[in-house]
């Protein structure tokens, strides 16, 4: 699974996480608060998607699930032609986020 990174100020991670709790068809609650390696992340310096972000002292790394992971799925498995977005460039729809998909 790829995830996306944002480094959240500690006081502000309950509000981010009953925000975003609100958004499961978008990218959701976070997968992981604050301990990268539980999700096999050694290194923040170097993520395998997109660039390092700078994790100020009074910040947490907060992870949620990232829409990059079903492209990397795509490279993976080899498909001719494919339409996706790329890292730190979201999709772009006419569909509301409070929209229900199903």
């Known amino acids: 699974m790829v995830v996306s990174m944002k480094p959240i100020k500690g ?3 309950a509000k ?17 608060v604050g301990c990268p390696q539980s999700i ?4 923040l310096n170097n993520p395998d998607w997109g ?5 100020k002292k009074d910040e947490i790394p907060v992870f949620h699930a990232c ?3 079903p492209q990397n799925v795509l490279i ?11 890292p730190g ?6 569909r ?7």
């Open 51 to 55: 660039d390092a972000v700078e994790i």
């Open 76 to 86: 993976e498995s080899k498909v001719k032609f494919a339409i996706t977005h790329a």
């Open 16 to 32: 981010e996480v009953l925000l975003t709790n609100e958004y499961p068809h978008a990218h959701g609650a976070p997968i992981c």
């Open 67 to 69: 829409g990059v992971t």
């Open 96 to 102: 509301l986020s409070d929209e229900k998909v199903f």
């Open 89 to 94: 460039h979201m999709f772009v729809t006419d």
């Open 11 to 13: 006081v502000d991670v």
């Open 40 to 43: 096999g992340i050694q290194d």
